[in-house]
């Protein structure tokens, strides 16, 4: 295949832009949005962050066993481990903005170092969770239009930074757990 853009890829372009700039407003926005401060009678979803911890968990541990079986030729147990953690990370947005949406955020109380840590953390994986969305589109669509040399240069990128926004999501949970309130 040429190295010319694929008719596949042109579809979903556009898309990727849309979906790339739409999706960090919106929960941006949406963060912003407390439902029962607004008057709404919601009962706040405290239940929700160890769950949606847990989904990043799960996409972590799904990402390295899709690695590992596209490292051993198992092309189709690797694309479905990829939409499953595709379905995760969809998953884990829907409930963190549920979550933002009906409860007051916790804030961190730790102190000293730890505090510096906590932040570094949390804003390495808030920037990098914006950049991973463009990341993770180009990847799946150079895939859908198989264009596996593309495909795999970008991934190349990609995986570890997935990586790195999932298990710093579980990190920044265990981190604030202590300060929420119920």
């Known amino acids: 295949m040429s190295n010319s853009v694929s008719d596949v890829e042109k579809k979903y372009n556009k898309w990727i832009v849309i979906l790339s700039v739409v999706i960090p407003i919106t929960v941006a926005a949406l963060f912003g949005v407390n439902l029962r401060k607004m008057g709404f009678q919601v009962e706040p979803l405290t239940f929700l962050p160890p769950i949606y911890a847990t989904i ?4 972590a541990v799904i990402l390295i066993a899709a690695l590992w079986a596209i490292k051993n030729k198992n092309i189709k147990l690797h694309e479905k481990l990829m939409k499953g953690a595709i379905l995760c990370s969809v998953l884990f947005l829907v ?7 009906t409860s007051d955020s916790a804030s961190f109380g730790g102190e000293g170092v ?3 840590v906590y932040f570094f953390i949390l ?3 808030i920037a990098l969770s914006i950049i991973i ?4 589109l180009i990847t799946y669509v150079r895939a859908l239009s198989e264009r596996f040399d593309k495909h795999r240069k970008i991934a190349k ?4 930074i997935w990586l790195y926004v ?3 999501g579980v990190v920044v949970y265990i981190m604030i757990s202590p300060y929420y309130v119920h």
């Open 56 to 59: 990043n968990g799960i996409t």
């Open 95 to 101: 409930m963190y903005v549920a979550y933002h949406m």
């Open 114 to 116: 730890i505090r510096y």
């Open 123 to 125: 804003i390495t994986h």
């Open 133 to 136: 969305i463009p990341l993770v």
């Open 157 to 160: 990128i990609t995986f570890p």
């Open 166 to 168: 999932a298990i710093t």
